[in-house]
């Protein structure tokens, strides 16, 4: 509408009195509703539910102890899975690996000299893990020196018969009693002087070498043995070594070699229908830091076992020669020396119902006598040689092959000797 020339709008209430009214009745809703749908009756507070009921409880025990029950199911499967490995184990170790020892003991009485007991004892450790690879260790315990030593301690390599290799702590093949000194095989308990002013018994030393069987025949049969060592040095001819000792403190006792030459040694043998045996050694290598100078040695030995002749069975007859040459060296310059040894084994059945003979399937006796020669050539001494004779007589009882209890007196004479006086000796010795 217009007055006077303005324009005047009107409001819509007073255009139209109703929809105030409808505006007003809307506005009222607003407020209202929203209050009575928001505002709800106070709830009371629910109580805390408890985190198990006795039945739940019982349930989760029961859960446990079944959890238990598998696990110690389990458990026991799994500890006799171990005990049957460990059983396989301990049953293929058994057929691999062997462990035995042997060893004596003895009262010795010289005189001029205290009366002692004395003995050894040593660890044998034989064993295969495969049947071409053996193993093989004898450990002296170092009775009563306490010092311990591998006597050997080598690995084999089997290729064939007549070839195979070996390497290791090697015992040499000079001579048979340093390749057979085990005590309870011995009949006497002391080995023959040439076995130890001589030959340097118990003789090792660290090398490679090769062995083998030759079969000529049924009957004929040879052996070899070679070995590459490091050898002898030269600690024989110290000052305070004294002469008699032979080339005991020239052995290397598995130390380095003193030189960059190595000695060579070897043995072979000639079987004859396992009763007859006849040796030959070699050795040659030097000994001294520098120099060429050699020791050169040989040796023969034999072993007569006569069978199927009623006077002679019983008898066993051993004997070795043994010999070393040593370039400049005065003192000593050479050393030589044999042994022979007769056995008699017999046994009375009269005892078979004694102490002495029930019980044991063979028990035996057996009389042994040896004799033996030792000589030194050595400026040490006024003579310009040092000599020694041997006689030996003993008696032993067997009541098994690995157990002997041995009685014998020794007469000798001269300088060159072990012991160089007469005395009396008794010992038990046993293997295992």
């Keep these: 509408m217009r007055a006077n020339g303005l324009w005047f709008h009107r409001r819509p209430c007073e255009e139209n009195p109703g929809s105030r009214a409808i505006a007003v009745c809307a506005l009222l809703l607003c407020l209202l509703i929203p209050s009575t749908l928001l505002a709800q009756p106070p709830t009371k507070p629910t109580e805390t539910p408890k985190e198990d009921s006795f039945e739940q409880l019982k349930s989760s025990l029961r859960q446990i102890e079944e959890q238990h029950r598998r696990e110690l199911f389990e458990l026991k499967e799994r500890l006799g899975l171990v005990e049957k490995q460990q059983s396989a184990l301990s049953d293929e170790l058994t057929q691999r690996i062997k462990v035995g020892a042997y060893g004596a003991v003895w009262y010795q009485d010289f005189k001029g000299r205290h009366s002692t007991n004395d003995g050894n004892l040593e660890l044998l450790l034989s064993g295969h893990f495969h049947d071409r690879i053996r193993v093989y260790s004898e450990i002296d315990l170092g009775l009563p020196t306490g010092t311990a030593m591998a006597e050997q301690a080598y690995v084999d390599f089997l290729l064939t018969q007549p070839f195979n290799l070996r390497a290791g702590v090697l015992l040499i093949p000079f001579g048979k009693f340093n390749l057979d000194h085990f005590d309870p095989r011995r009949d006497l308990t002391r080995p023959p002087a040439v076995a130890t002013v001589v030959i340097p018994t118990t003789w090792g030393d660290l090398g490679f070498g090769s062995f083998g069987l030759l079969p000529f025949s049924d009957n004929v049969k040879a052996t070899y043995d070679i070995q590459v060592i490091n050898g002898l040095t030269d600690q024989f001819a110290n000052p305070g070594t004294p002469p008699n000792t032979g080339l005991q403190n020239g052995r290397t006792n598995l130390n380095t070699d003193n030189n960059g030459n190595k000695a060579l040694v070897g043995r072979g043998t000639f079987k004859f229908f396992d009763q007859y045996e006849i040796g030959f050694s070699g050795y040659r290598g030097a000994y001294k830091p520098s120099g060429s100078d050699m020791i050169t040695g040989m040796a023969l030995d034999g072993e007569f076992r006569p069978r199927n002749v009623n006077i002679l069975e019983h008898f066993v ?33 009269s005892l078979n119902s004694t102490i002495l003979g029930r019980h044991f399937n063979n028990p035996t006796f057996a009389l042994v006598g040896l004799i033996g020669h030792t000589k030194t050539n050595t400026t040490a001494s006024p003579t310009g040689s040092l000599s020694g004779d041997q006689y030996i007589v003993g008696f032993n009882y067997r009541p098994v092959e690995d157990y002997v209890i041995k009685v014998e007196y020794q007469f000798n004479h001269g300088q060159n000797q072990q012991n160089p006086s007469d005395g009396f000796l008794t010992s038990v010795a046993w293997i295992f």
């Design 317 to 349: 007859l051993r004997g070795e020669f043994a010999r070393f040459n040593i370039e400049g060296s005065t003192a000593p310059s050479s050393l030589w020396g044999y042994y022979a040894q007769l056995t008699y084994r017999f046994w009375f059945s």
